[in-house]
């Protein structure tokens, strides 16, 4: 597995990780833990560094089932998680509310080390701004954390670039964490360019749309209640039969090179700038081996040229969260 350096400090990871949301919550909360924890400690012997983790997943369990899969290899691997949710006082899966508090981001460290049976996080995301608390006093609140030792470097998640920049300039961030895939761009309209500018890496989530990119999606296809796919404006069954013009594209494109549509389409992403590290999930080892296969994939520039502008000319249908969520994006 190749490496790349997210942000001025140049922290270094695989240059594809592994997103641990899905090994237990919201596609469905019918999986083995101990065949999980397997699935985690087989990414590491693939070559895979980067694990990424957060409270509200689950809530606290993913950070638990991760803290115990890689507790004998933790030099030696990168673990990031986040905070910024008050929890359902009576355990749901559906966070309380947004919550940045410095007092509340502090204690939330705290647990989230425990849980992750460590001394320390290596990069801790900001999940979600929170309109209520100044990103300074966010920011400043992570500074003292790795002043600390607690934490090593600070991260931001579906932040708009006022904000991105505010907060650096108190505490550095490393890295910034957006959804970011063939079938939802929005990061190339400004966000990668002050990212550039500023020395930020970019942790790429959902870089395979929430599985659409696969493949293995249809108009047929159907949802579990606890899947919450199926509440997402870009999964009901006209939106998906619109969009599947995406889906044959990429299907095209990647047959002619000889590769899955997933490959490809974690293999555009890394062509996009070489501090991009795209962190697709999965609870199937055959999968995990497909989406780490994607670093093999050469693409030229003239490939790359001509894939993109194919791809721009699909237009999507739906937003990619529901209207509440995408209320708390920061944009």
């Known amino acids: 597995m190749k490496t790349r350096k997210l942000g001025q400090p140049g922290l270094e990871v695989s240059e594809i990780g592994l997103g641990c949301m899905g090994l237990n919550s919201v596609y469905g909360d019918g999986n083995d833990r101990a ?57 749901g899966p559906v966070p309380a509310g947004l ?12 647990e989230s080390l425990k849980r992750l049976r460590t001394d320390y996080i290596d990069v801790y995301y900001q999940h979600r701004v929170d309109p209520n608390v100044p990103i300074e006093d966010v920011a400043g609140a992570v500074k ?42 929005e990061p190339e309209l400004e966000t990668l360019a002050v990212l550039e500018e500023l020395g930020i890496g970019f942790v790429a ?26 509440y997402l404006p870009r999964f009901q069954k006209e939106a998906i039969a619109k969009n599947m013009a995406l889906v044959d594209t990429v299907k095209k494109i990647a047959a002619e090179k000889g590769k899955t549509p997933a490959q490809l389409a974690i293999a555009w992403l890394l062509a996009q700038k070489p501090w991009i590290v795209p962190i697709p999930g999965t609870t199937k080892l055959s999968r995990l081996k497909e989406n780490i ?13 001509e894939i ?20 708390k994006l920061n944009r």
């Open 308 to 327: 993109t502008e194919k791809i721009a000319e699909i237009p999507i249908d739906g937003d990619r969260y529901a209207a509440s969520e995408m209320a």
């Open 35 to 91: 065949q999980m924890i397997a699935l985690v400690r087989q990414a590491a012997d693939l070559g895979v560094t980067l694990f990424d983790t957060a409270q509200i997943y689950g809530p606290k369990i993913n950070e638990e089932l991760v803290g115990e899969a890689l507790e004998s290899i933790r030099e030696k691997v990168v673990i990031t998680t986040k905070f910024g949710f008050d929890l359902d006082p009576n355990g």
């Open 99 to 110: 919550n940045s508090r410095p007092e509340h981001i502090k204690a939330t460290a705290d």
């Open 144 to 185: 003292e954390l790795i002043e600390a030792g607690k934490v090593r470097h600070f991260g931001l998640s579906e932040a708009a670039v006022e904000t991105i920049r505010k907060a650096h300039a108190v505490c550095p961030v490393t890295a910034l964490q957006t959804e970011y895939s063939m079938w939802e761009r």
């Open 205 to 230: 989530y959902s870089p395979l749309g929430r599985g659409f990119l696969t493949g293995a999606i249809n108009a047929d296809t159907t949802f579990a209640p606890d899947d919450f796919r199926a």
């Open 293 to 305: 296969g994607s670093s093999d994939v050469i693409l030229t520039p003239a490939d790359l040229a």
